[in-house]
């Protein structure tokens, strides 16, 4: 039988602690209201992963995830921001980057509701994702690298700035290993 702790790792979450005891205890609980599960941590990117490779490993549709952190506080991993320009009449752009540690890059382009976008990378670092952010979103993603590799193709849902955010997985962050990139983002 396989742990709970495998599934997760094989949805995109590794971790040392098993919590299939915790995630046993709620699902068998009584169901007088709704079922929460606290996660205590630092790293966002970590408490959005587990989140969102518990619910596949439990093969729930959906999984409501708010983080109660304290905005207010410095954050270690600042962003970088870049805005992507498209040549005149082109409908793609391609950037290449370094990212070491727990620097995180935002791409940041505007399209259209409607329109197809396509963002691939290519790394030499396997730690090394991307996420596709939302207008009007925070830290919401509506594409999460590393639960769905490196590729993404689709049909935008609104109007206004994207956000494509560079990343290390914080396994990788923490030993302070650097990926260098090539992202390519195409809008039709």
Request: hydrophobic share 35%.
């Amino acid at each position: 039988m396989v742990s709970l702790r495998e599934t997760m790792a094989r949805n995109g979450f590794e971790s040392n602690d098993d919590y299939e005891f915790q995630v046993c205890c709620l699902l068998h609980g009584p169901a007088d209201g709704i079922r929460t599960l606290s996660i205590e941590g630092d790293g966002e990117r970590r408490k959005t992963a587990f989140a969102t490779a518990l619910a596949h490993s439990l093969e729930r549709p959906h999984v409501l995830y708010h983080d109660f952190a304290d905005r207010s506080r410095a954050v270690a991993d600042d962003i970088r921001t870049e805005r992507v320009h498209f040549e005149k009449g082109a409908t793609s752009a391609t950037v290449q980057g370094t990212i070491k540690g727990y620097e995180t890059v935002d791409y940041v382009l505007g399209a259209r509701k409607g329109q197809s976008m396509n963002v691939s990378m290519a790394t030499d670092n396997g730690a090394n994702y991307f996420n596709i952010i939302a207008p009007g979103k925070a830290d919401e993603a509506m594409f999460i690298g590393s639960t769905s590799g490196n590729q993404y193709e689709g049909t935008l849902p609104a109007s206004g700035d994207y956000k494509v955010r560079v990343y290390l997985m914080r396994s990788a962050a923490r030993r302070d290993e650097v990926a260098k990139y090539r992202l390519e983002m195409i809008i039709d």
